[in-house]
């Protein structure tokens, strides 16, 4: 695929170190093994390589989901990709699905919700602050999945305008508050994911998912432990991302059922 200007790549430098970077005429990105003449890169295909004026290699790669996620501008703490993509697994979300996410912060959970319901469903992305949601809008421009999200400018006790949506995602300081306004926006069998730092944070969501009919509720950590591979002495890595926040999910049941079968 020729790269053309206009087109996002991530410079790969020696040592690992990956630039997501805009393709323009005579642009130059500073790097800490040169500049870098983003110029060159146009009429090359992704895995051809460019040099600094140091003369320093940097392989062009094409950008892929957790690339974007993990390189937003950011101005608050973001949903990191194994987080988000068991979310997506969980939930189910698809082509065509209609999503709420409340606390949309910097938009690396949006990225992936947008990838996930293009090109004929919609995301309705929800904060409460207005620099927080200007961001998100601005980062999502420039992953081309601005189209698929409504943004709202909206606290969470003040409701949600749609029904009878597919999912609920909650990123919030206390979920528990956003769980009745989720449950009247869900369908019938639609699904809730909600993501929180502590345990205390857990039990009270929880407490009240089952309050508002929620079943099937499980509450999980997801650890991700890269492994050095070296000839003789392979071992994981010293450093590892790890807690991140608990996921919990919930399914949304019919009137009538009671607190004692929603018990797990």
Not at 12 to 26: M, R, W
Not at 103 to 109: K, V
Not at 174 to 198: F, H
């Amino acid at each position: 695929m020729e790269i053309k200007s206009g087109d996002f790549v991530l410079l790969l430098s020696s040592g690992n170190k990956t630039f997501l970077v805009k393709v323009k005429e005579e642009r130059v990105f500073g790097t800490h093994l040169g500049n870098v003449s983003l110029q060159d890169a146009i009429g090359k295909s992704y895995g051809e390589v460019i040099y600094s004026q140091l003369g320093k290699a940097f392989v062009l790669l094409e950008p892929t989901l957790e690339d974007r996620m993990m390189k937003v501008r950011r101005l608050t703490q973001i949903v990191y990709p194994k987080d988000a993509a068991l979310i997506l697994l969980k939930t189910g979300i698809q082509s065509g699905m209609r999503v709420i996410e409340c606390g949309t912060g910097s938009g690396s959970l949006t990225i992936a919700l947008s990838n996930a319901v293009a090109p004929t469903g919609r995301v309705f992305a929800y904060d409460r602050r207005e620099d927080f949601l200007e961001n998100a809008k601005k980062n999502l421009l420039e992953t081309g999945f601005s189209d698929f999200v409504v943004f709202k400018l909206r606290d969470v006790d003040q409701g949600f305008d749609e029904v009878n949506v597919d999912v609920v995602v909650l990123d919030l300081p206390s979920p528990w508050e956003g769980v009745p306004a989720a449950s009247r926006a869900i369908r019938g069998g639609g699904r809730i994911a909600s993501l929180s730092p502590t345990y205390n944070q857990v039990e009270k969501t929880v407490e009240s998912l089952r309050e508002e009919g929620f079943v099937y509720l499980e509450t999980i950590e997801v650890l991700v432990r890269e492994i050095l591979v070296r000839s003789g002495k392979t071992r994981p890595f010293e450093r590892m991302v790890s807690h991140t926040g608990f996921l919990t999910f919930g399914r949304k049941a019919i009137k009538g059922w009671g607190v004692e079968e929603n018990e797990k």
